[in-house]
């Protein structure tokens, strides 16, 4: 544990440098790359620490950005107010969707998840009660104003998420510290025994989702005012792959991993651009390679010197 | 009435469509208990493949009972080839990692194949030749269907009482359901377990492959993203009726294929997808493991 708060400390100190150093493209890029990051720890939560195959993670994230775009374009509400919605509206959302079929095994939560994210694109692009925008979305998300200071330079937004990964990064850490993270581990590894210790399986695994969702609306109302607009298909199921396979590709559990996950399938493709077409293809055969060459993620977490006739989780 | 009968045809037309490459997921997830995401993208492969088998081999415009079977066995055959590369290469080596890893690789795979596609015949459109089946039109009292509507549900209840059979009354199907209970004592009764493995990605690939086909002769469009639609609603009929077993599978097409087709005729074709997830939800609300879930004991 103490090598992942290093390498979290020198991950923040280069990131808060970052902006010096860089041009407004790449400011955005970072500033992308730090809100996705943000986005992919919450699914960290729930897939990699509490175990739940989840896979409509982009439903959350949509949630939130949906709820500042909507209240702050329809109804004239100051960003600053429309996080609080933002943060809200995932995590019930979370409680009343999870809550029924948090029982199921693995692969049918799974494909129940990404049937919820199907259903709320569904019911954006059908543009529901007016609200929505439809296919096309909703354009003119205000700027964040504070007291009449308005904070609309990409530098701005780039130190709030900025912030708002920070502020991730120790819910993480108290997490990893508190009877609720030591309850995820455990069910991650054997719920039935979990279970038979006294464990309540359901009320952790509903925990993850709701605080993954929460944060993960946080990290949508941010995206919203990154691009002033928002669109169905920066929420679709392919998103959702995207999250949950960053997650697995970087190592689950693990914060350096998590954190080169995102780099790998955020900020490499925008470099990559110019091999529009192939790069997905590409992108695919260095997915099933990393698999086969580190089945356990880029840089999987450890756990302490067990010895190896003691792993049993090796299949 | 009319509306009804009308939508059972296309529903069970559908219907078998989906079964069919329900059938390849079930098979291959009760014996490896791993979703093969790329399962639908072969079946979009298999409409491209056939086009061009078609149209460059034989030539547009020619039709038989010769040409038609040909294309099908010769597009089954490549795809139930690719399908086996396709465990060759990125599910075999991952057989005793992390569960989750096979998944990655498996939407890896999805992505290979689909952006294969996308590379060889372009991204838009292709229009798949009209007259490789017969365009008679049936009319009975105001409801139509037509050649290619039977010919798809004749040919999907013959393939999948065949395949029926060949799981519960061949060596190789008794070796298929053992090895779907306990691969680690099928292997100590002598079975090999490879063998099994290739031969359900042979016969899955090969259903899917007819699937394809069926799908670019009834309904002409495809695209090289088509493999995910398709994929997904068979997937979730495979899931709706109990994944890893094969009865399953085929009802669980069906019903989806008929519960669409009442959709779209009765409420609106706009919200098609949200009453798919809705249903899938509240059956595994009430029956957490698939309608046939847990009550056969038969698992493949």
Known sequence: ?315 | MDIFLQQLINGLTVGSLYALVALGYTMVYGVMKLINFAHGDLVALSAFAGLTIYVEIFGEGTNSLFIVLSVFVITALIIAFVGVLLERLAYRPLRTAPRLSAVVSALGASLVIQNSIMLIWGPNMKIFPSNLFPSTIWNLNGVVFTFTQVMIMGISALLMVGLYIFINKTKMGTAIRATAIDQDAAKLMGINVNRVIMTIFIIGSALGAVAGLFIGINYRGITFDMGWTYGLNAFVAAIMGGIGNIPGAMLGGILLGLFNAMISGYISSEWAETFTFVLLVVILIFRPTGILGETIAEKV
């Open chain 1, 1 to 315: 544990m103490r090598q992942s708060y290093k390498i979290a400390i020198v991950f923040l100190i280069v990131m808060g440098f970052f902006p010096l150093f860089s041009n407004s493209s790449w400011l955005a890029v970072g500033t992308t790359f730090l809100i996705y990051s943000v986005v992919a720890f919450s699914q960290d939560i729930i897939l990699g620490r509490a175990g739940a195959f989840q896979m409509g993670h982009a439903l959350f994230f949509g949630l939130g950005a949906y709820a500042t775009a909507i209240l702050n374009v329809h109804f004239g509400v100051p960003i600053i107010y429309t996080f609080i919605p933002a943060i809200l509206i995932p995590l019930i959302m979370a409680i009343v969707l999870a809550g029924p079929i948090i029982h199921l095994k693995g692969d049918y939560l799974l494909v129940a998840t990404i049937g919820f994210n199907i259903i709320f694109i569904q019911v954006i692009q059908n543009d529901i009660f007016g609200l929505t925008g439809g296919p096309n979305g909703i354009f003119g998300i205000d700027v964040v104003r504070i007291f009449g200071v308005e904070f609309m330079s990409q530098t701005a937004i780039y130190y709030m998420s900025f912030m708002l990964l920070t502020l991730t990064l120790l819910i993480m850490r108290n997490l990893d510290a508190s009877k609720y993270g030591r309850a995820m581990f455990y069910i991650n590894k054997d719920d039935i025994a979990a279970q038979s210790m006294g464990i309540n399986v359901r009320y952790y695994k509903l925990y993850a989702f709701a605080l993954g969702s929460a944060i993960a609306g946080a990290a949508g109302s941010m995206f919203a005012i990154q691009y002033s607009a928002v669109s169905p298909e920066a929420f679709n199921v392919v998103q959702s792959i995207m999250f949950f396979t960053i997650v697995l590709v970087g190592g689950s559990a693990s914060l350096p991993g998590v954190l080169i996950g995102t780099f790998v399938m955020f900020v490499l493709p925008e470099i990559f651009r110019e091999f529009a077409t192939a790069r997905y293809l590409v992108f695919g055969l260095a997915m099933i390679l990393t698999m086969i060459l580190r089945p356990r993620g880029i840089w999987p977490v450890k756990f302490g010197n067990i010895p190896n006739y003691l792993k049993k989780d090796t299949k």
